[in-house]
């Protein structure tokens, strides 16, 4: 049984910063690619960063590119969004998943990934 946890957000003003966790457990995530996603209400999910889990590879989405950083530390099997200069447009739900699939890069789209987690409400007053 794969399962991504995660932790962390929360609220926060605007210009502040909040790192997210996703512990992955179950299976060895060696050669995984991990996104995050978010979703704010009335929205689609929408990507916003994925990490090659074996090179360390990353792709981000426009909006949110020199302010969010993920990161991987392979002995925690952990995947992080460390996120900077937030704003209220960043409000969402986020989700951390993982995707089996390593031929595709960078997968930016939900239906790509195979496992997800349980999600995280972030939310930034103005």
């Known amino acids: 049984q794969v399962q991504l946890v995660q932790s962390g957000g929360g609220l926060v003003q605007a210009g502040g910063s909040l790192r997210l966790s996703c512990a992955a457990s179950?299976?060895?995530?060696?050669?995984?690619?991990m996104g995050w996603f978010r979703q704010a209400p009335g929205k689609e999910r929408e990507f916003v960063a994925a990490?090659?889990?074996?090179?360390?590879?990353?792709y981000y989405a426009v909006s949110v590119k020199g302010r969010f950083t993920i990161s991987r530390d392979n002995a925690k099997n952990t995947v992080y969004l460390q996120m900077n200069s937030l704003k209220p447009e960043d409000t969402a739900v986020y989700y951390c998943?993982?995707?089996?699939?390593?031929?595709?890069?960078?997968?930016?789209?939900?239906?790509?990934?195979?496992?997800w987690g349980q999600g995280t409400q972030v939310t930034v007053s103005s």
């Open positions: 990490i090659n889990w074996s090179f360390g590879s990353t």
């Open positions: 998943a993982a995707d089996q699939d390593t031929t595709t890069w960078p997968p930016t789209r939900a239906r790509a990934y195979d496992y």
């Open positions: 179950g299976r060895t995530f060696s050669s995984y690619t």
